[in-house]
């Protein structure tokens, strides 16, 4: 038995624990808790875990797979021993892990006075906890152990993480959320000033425009200005800090600039501000997973775009923005699981999409818009075994109408940023192409695809040489094409493209030495080499 004095021979702080399929989220996790930097007030104090420090590093995550042996490796176990906690990533394929079990094992006979935490991702509690996880009560029953919920409606992300570093540093939980709201006003305190300057403008605007018609007319187009700019630039730079709820205040005053009027008497021009302030509200809503507010804010929207639309049936514009509505409703139903509402909703969006192409078929925007619209068809057709022969059509017609509009673009995308954006598009369609061949069986066509790809993406790459984004995404494209061709027996090509993409992981870590994640990637393009080696 291994010594359990908190400290002695404890080189991490914790072991994250998780499947194969909860790596993203381990990763994440990872980065979050090393990154979190505790109150000053509390640095030093002296807990059961040892002196509280100044960030909780280094802490141990495990590899995305493990080696084909009968038990954990030496690093692992050697990884085990040295961690003060284990952090277990709960999940469905983390209770059928044999992995994840043999190393809750293997920490609790190592240190069985040392905590071990549970960080439920995704399931209900009795399908998540590993099996290893669970202990004995005194009346003989199983008790499941208490879990930072990071599911949705559940604890949520920041107070999953508080509760998980309160559990490693050994401190309450009370002390962290105390100091992190306090730590959220402050960095937002800038932020909330101008949308309060701004929501004040707006007020002082609506008061001088009672004074004449025409004073009235100035003032609402001054207004309006700032209501435009709350729905773009002040929208964009809250997006930037993750402030939601603040998003959610500055909605709500553009909204309520529009609550005093008479919608019936409203312009044109303020009544699809109006619908797009909506929009804007149901996706902060869906983002924080509130289905039923954010799907009555995209009906009110799609209340008013098609009474706008009934007013003019031939304006493309105003099919365009009824659209959208469509697209939200379809795209709330998809999120919930609920395909065959989806379904209607994303027919009725690509039927307002066909309409836009029939009136001005030159418009890049609306080829776009009809590219879209195949491609919500084809993900709900993928969800079905018996229909992915429909899935291919709807995503061979997606990606028809994206290479259109990639080869022949308006003058409204012959900019730079335009022209980037209908590139990733397109290879975003040839993703989904070849994503669909796949699923038929057809690996030869669904490797042409992502050659294809592959050919945007290094033509891009060649322009931008510097964007390591670019470089990051070829590596998941040469990973995609290798598996595609060791499916189909060319293991000795698969492993040569492993050794290209572990070429470039090189030159992204030799850019910088402290990333992690690429330090990580390199590992496992590596593994994959190996395993693609001819037999």
């Given amino acids: 038995m291994a010594d359990d004095a908190v400290g002695e021979g404890a080189r991490y702080w914790a072991f994250i624990s998780y499947s194969h399929k909860d790596a993203a989220f381990g990763r994440r996790l990872h980065s979050r808790l090393e990154n979190y930097v505790l109150p000053a007030r509390l640095v030093g104090r002296l807990t059961p875990q040892g002196p509280v420090p100044r960030r909780l590093s280094p802490i141990f995550r495990d590899r995305e797979e493990l080696p084909a ?14 961690s003060r906690s284990l952090i277990v990533v709960c999940s469905p394929s983390a209770a059928a892990s044999r992995w994840v ?15 071990i935490l549970a960080a439920a991702r995704e399931g209900e509690p009795g399908d998540c906890f590993p099996p290893a996880l669970r202990l004995a009560g005194a009346d003989g029953e ?37 100091r992190d709201a306090h730590r959220k006003t402050q960095r937002v305190t800038a932020v909330t000033a101008g949308a309060l300057v701004v929501a004040l403008l707006m007020g002082l605007l609506a008061v001088f425009a009672l004074n004449a018609r025409s004073e009235a007319e100035r003032q609402r187009s001054e207004a309006e200005g700032l209501v435009e700019f709350m729905l773009t630039d002040l929208r964009d730079r809250l997006k930037g800090v993750g402030r939601l709820d603040v998003m959610s205040a500055v909605n709500q005053r553009a909204l309520h600039y529009y609550s005093d009027e008479d919608l019936d008497r409203l312009p044109v021009d303020s009544l699809e501000r109006r619908a797009r302030i909506l929009h804007a509200m149901g996706e902060d809503d869906e983002t924080r997973g509130d289905h039923d507010a954010a799907l009555k804010k995209f009906r009110e929207a799609a209340r008013t775009t098609a009474a706008l639309l009934a007013e003019a049936p031939n304006d493309p514009e ?5 659209a959208q509505s469509e697209y939200w409703v379809g795209y709330v139903d998809y999120d919930r699981g609920r395909l065959a509402s989806a379904k209607q909703a994303f027919l009725r969006y690509e039927a307002l999409a066909d309409q ?4 001005n078929p030159r418009s890049t925007k609306y080829r776009e818009e009809e590219g879209y619209a195949e491609g919500n068809l084809c993900a709900i057709a993928r969800q079905h075994p018996a229909d992915r022969r429909g899935a291919l059509r709807h995503c061979s017609a997606a990606l028809n109408q994206i290479s259109l509009a990639a080869r022949h673009p308006d003058e409204d995308h012959q900019n730079r940023d335009a022209r980037n954006k209908l590139n990733y ?15 038929n069986g057809d690996l030869e066509h669904a490797r042409l695809k992502r050659l294809e790809q592959q050919s945007i993406l290094e033509r891009q790459m060649a322009v931008d040489p510097s964007n390591m984004d670019l470089k ?41 030495s402290t990333n992690k994640l690429w330090e990580k990637l390199r590992s496992d393009l590596l593994n994959e080499a190996h395993q693609s080696s001819p037999q």
């Fill in 472 to 512: 990051d995404s070829w590596i998941a494209l040469q990973r995609s094409l290798a598996n595609l061709e060791r499916l189909t027996g060319s293991r000795a090509a698969a492993k040569a493209r492993f050794l290209r993409a572990i070429a470039m992981a090189d030159k992204l870590a030799h850019v910088d």
């Fill in 101 to 115: 079990g043999r190393e809750i094992e293997v920490f609790r006979e190592l240190h069985p006075n040392r905590p």
């Fill in 142 to 178: 199983m008790v499941e152990p208490l879990a930072a919920d990071f599911r949705r409606g559940r604890d949520g992300e920041q107070l999953g993480l508080l509760k998980l570093v309160a559990g490693i540093a050994g401190i309450g939980l009370d002390e962290l959320v105390r």
């Fill in 318 to 322: 105003r099919i365009y923005d009824h």
């Fill in 356 to 359: 836009m192409m029939r009136l």
């Fill in 425 to 439: 598009d397109l290879m975003e369609a040839l993703a989904d192409m070849a994503e669909t061949f796949r699923l």
């Fill in 69 to 82: 042996a009968h038990d954990l490796s030496t690093e692992v176990c050697a990884a085990l021993k040295a």
